[in-house]
């Protein structure tokens, strides 16, 4: 039975937001989206059940064993690539339950003096999913820790993995209107105060440095998304490659070039539904601007390579040679991995829409599978 007393997620968020919009008046999209996701009491991140973490929708690493077996290699590859250095921290933003780097750590095995070298870090915040992800992990024979940020990860020459993860960084929204860019914001409904709805807000300045250089004279009426979160990693990658080698691989989808448009999403059970409508209770994302993301990194003295169609990556590590393998080896599996190869690489699935990106230390060997960043 429900009752006065009986804890609402979704009222606490609808609350909060309520209450900050009447005391600081309409909020940037980034506000909603961080408050909509990461209140630590009542936010999509906080309250989901991390066992069933694929509910509201399924990732590459769910889809296949192969997709995370590949990487493992093409990690290895960077490590022999790097000179072998004795340690290596293996970190990945954003983990969920594990799945990826357990087939990563599977896959690594294969690589004589690799697991030696390595020491897995996980970048979580959630206590429940720490345990997920030790149980999952349990049987990897590598040692695990966990940080609450990359700032907080160990030091040493270091691979960093983020599958989906960028997508999910607060974005900020602009609409050209009269010749400026005028922010936008979420108020209150003007006839229904209970409900939430986008406005019009302040104008921002020609030269705001999270408008991408691309779009600054987007004609009148155009909507872009600013990705101030992008920024934050790129300076957090910049400061850790100054004093030590490494690479980081993000994996997402978005266009190769910058593009207008709202992008911002929510799913609730594979379904989409209005971001506004119940916050806290489906996944907010927006596409990732990899072209933006690529200058910013070049700007920050780091390599980049990419980015490359994910089907276009995985085929050049092998991912057709594996599948053979696995369907020779389980043929009554061939048509569920037939399935699965054509999920992740196939052009009308996640093979084109998703991309690959690699931001290093300057100076390193060219990851395998990317080619340089073609501005």
Known sequence: MSGPDVFDPAA???????????????????????EALFDPMAGYYA?????????????????????????????????????????????????????????????????PGFTEALKLTLIEASAALKMVQGRTLGKSGLSVGWANGLEKAPDGPAIILGNEFLDCLPVRQAVRQDGQWRERVVGLHPEDDTRLAFHTGPVLANDDPFIPDALKDSPEGTLIELRPGDAQIVDALAARFAGHRGHALFIDYGPARSEPGDTLQAIRAHEKVDPLDAPGTADLTARVDFETLARRALAAGLAVHGPLEQGAFLKSLGIERRAASLSAARPDQRAIIARQLHRLCDESEMGALFKVIAISAPGLPAPPGLHPFEG
């Open 47 to 111: 309250t989901r059940d991390p066992i069933g973490a694929g509910a509201d929708f399924i990732t590459a690493p769910e889809i296949s064993q192969m997709f995370g077996e590949l990487l493992g290699l093409w990690c290895a590859q960077c490590w022999q690539d790097m000179g072998a250095p004795e340690r290596l921290h293996l970190i990945e933003l954003g983990p969920g339950k594990g799945t990826m780097m357990a087939d990563m750590a599977r896959a690594a095995h294969a690589v």
């Open 12 to 34: 606490r968020i609808a609350d909060n937001l309520r209450a900050r919009i009447a005391s600081q008046g309409p909020l940037p999209v980034s506000v909603f989206m961080m």
